[in-house]
């Protein structure tokens, strides 16, 4: 009859696992931590960016003679209602910002839905000459726009649109870089099941873009907006051609500030922290949307 040889001990036990350390800068739950030198690196930036804009109100509520001092104020000063008031007094800045919301608003939301439309059509339709048509819009950026200013300015003024709103906002409802940000925005954010899905319930393609791409593109779409609410708002060299002091927008008007023998760099300070608001007040309109995409597309991811 043969025994089993009990088992030689090994040396090792069954000791329970040693927790993991965790990795320095992390949270419980997965959250990481940023250490010292990223705040201190954030905050730095954070200042460097913010610091025109701050000058900027420094400069608006100050006096020409102050701001020529030897060292400059640093603070605000008690002068902004003043220099609004030349604000006005040497310009129609209230009809230049009504002209500017209606041109920057007008070729935003046209951008945004004509590139949003197209940017799906290529990313998710199939039809013939596509990546050739492709080319060609994309070819179309490297044309500077410098090169079609005068037999544009000869188009608008055959139609008699001088010094008229529609000789700014037409030629700005379709942009070549809207087209191409949103197709490949849409070609990595709608997923090919959700068009089939669509069409197998019946919908046509302008029922798969209204109630499919849309909700699917809006943080591009909100990024899209803002970029080209900035481009139009800032615009200058267009509307100074098509457009006279009798209807400017806000970049046409600032020229006209500060006028004489030593320009006046409170007045046009002032003037520039009134057509700076507007641009302030879409980007927190439109910043949340850009925020709640990425953070909806970290969950998902």
């Known amino acids: 009859m043969t025994t089993l040889a009990a088992p030689q001990p090994t040396g090792e036990t069954d000791a329970p696992p040693r927790p993991t350390r965790r990795p ?8 990481q931590h940023g250490g010292r030198v990223a705040y201190a690196v954030l905050i730095a930036a ?21 701001l020529a001092a030897s060292p400059p104020a640093m603070l ?19 009809k230049a910002l009504l002209n500017s919301l209606i041109v920057s608003g ?3 939301v046209g951008t945004v839905l004509c590139s949003t439309l197209a940017g799906f059509a290529f990313a998710k339709l199939r039809f013939r000459g596509r990546n050739a048509l492709l080319a060609l819009t994309i070819g179309t950026m490297m044309i500077p726009p410098q ?29 070549a870089f809207g087209v191409f940000f949103m197709r490949q925005y849409l070609v990595q954010a709608l997923p090919d099941e959700l068009i089939e899905a669509g069409r197998v319930d019946g919908a046509s393609t302008a029922r798969i873009f ?9 943080p591009g779409m909100a990024v899209l907006a803002i970029l080209t609410f900035m481009a139009s708002w800032n ?4 509307p100074i051609i098509a457009l006279t002091s009798q209807e400017p927008t806000v970049q046409v008007a600032l020229r006209q500030l500060g006028g004489g023998y030593v320009h006046d760099q409170s007045v046009i300070m002032a003037g520039t922290l009134l057509g700076t608001l507007p641009v302030l007040v879409v980007f927190g309109l439109l910043g949340r949307q850009i925020v709640g995409g990425i953070m909806q597309g970290a969950v998902k991811g």
Not at 82 to 87: A, D, I, M, S, T
Not at 210 to 216: A, E, F, G, Y
């Open 147 to 175: 090169l079609g200013v005068i037999p544009l300015f000869m188009l608008v003024a055959k139609l008699h649109w001088v010094n008229q709103l529609q000789a700014v906002i037409l030629p700005g409802l379709v942009s």
């Open 210 to 218: 209204w109630s499919i791409v849309i909700p699917v593109a809006r």
């Open 46 to 66: 954070a200042l460097v960016s913010a610091f025109p804009f701050y000058w900027t109100i420094v400069a608006a509520t100050r006096s020409n003679s102050e």
């Open 235 to 238: 615009d200058f060299f267009w």
């Open 76 to 94: 605000p000063g008690g002068n902004l209602m003043h220099n609004f008031r030349q604000v006005l007094e040497q310009a129609d800045i209230g």
């Open 24 to 31: 320095r800068g992390a949270r419980a739950g997965g959250q």
């Open 106 to 108: 007008s070729v935003t």
